[in-house]
Each structure stands twice: as structure tokens, then as C-alpha cells.
């Protein structure tokens, strides 16, 4: 089993950036695909941006060109740099951890995009 925790968030100005990161302990991290999901207020989940194990990338459309996800195995530790932040970025973003049929979500880091 892996356990996430999310940091990084916080407020931002519109055209600001953030780095989040997720950090993994209890099992072998590198074993992992790993995956940004965001849930802004009233809406459903939704997918940002996928790693998988051997480093492939995958982003959703609205995220494409601004956001980069990438992974340190070494410090057991994904991170989502986000540039080019507008409003509609705002919300809480969840890590998850999957292979298999196995998946583990962290708590969650809010990202609020104002001026």
C-alpha cells in the first residue's frame, strides 16, 4: 500500500504559477502510475494529468500546454507544475496512486486562481 500527500497549493494571480507535489510512502513508489484529479467547488471530479511507471505522459485538454506533471523516484515524490493559471483552475487537487486494481487518493491541496 502507498499513502499521498499533497502540498504546494495556496492563492495565485491569474497568469501565476504553482508547483504541487505528491508525496508517497509505505510501498515502492516507482510501482506506481500516478494521476492529478481536481475538484473545483459544485462540479465533478475530473482528470488533469497521468505519469505512468515508466515515465509516460498524458494531460487533459483544458491543461494541455500549461501544466507539466513529472516524478522523482529517488524522492518518492510527483509533482503538477501548473503555469498560466486562470480562474477556472481553482479547485482542490487529489493525487492518485494506481496499478491494477489498486488506487490510493491523498487528501487533497486547494489551489484558489484571483486577483
Known amino acids: 500500500q502507498v499513502q499521498l500527500v499533497e502540498s504546494g497549493g495556496g492563492l495565485v494571480q491569474p497568469g501565476g504559477s504553482l508547483r504541487l507535489s505528491c508525496a508517497a510512502s509505505?510501498?515502492?513508489?516507482?510501482?506506481?502510475?500516478i494521476s492529478w484529479y481536481r475538484q473545483a467547488p459544485r462540479k465533478e471530479r475530473e482528470w488533469v494529468a497521468r505519469i505512468t511507471r515508466d515515465g509516460r505522459t498524458d494531460y487533459a485538454e483544458s491543461v494541455k500546454g500549461r501544466f507539466t506533471i513529472s516524478r522523482d523516484n529517488a524522492k518518492n515524490t510527483v509533482y503538477l507544475q501548473m503555469n498560466s493559471l486562470n480562474p477556472e483552475d481553482t479547485a482542490v487537487y487529489y493525487c492518485?496512486?494506481?496499478?491494477?486494481?489498486?488506487?490510493?487518493w491523498g487528501q487533497g491541496t486547494q489551489v484558489t486562481v484571483s486577483s
Open positions: 509505505g510501498s515502492t513508489f516507482s510501482s506506481y502510475h
Open positions: 492518485k496512486a494506481f496499478y491494477n486494481r489498486y488506487e490510493s
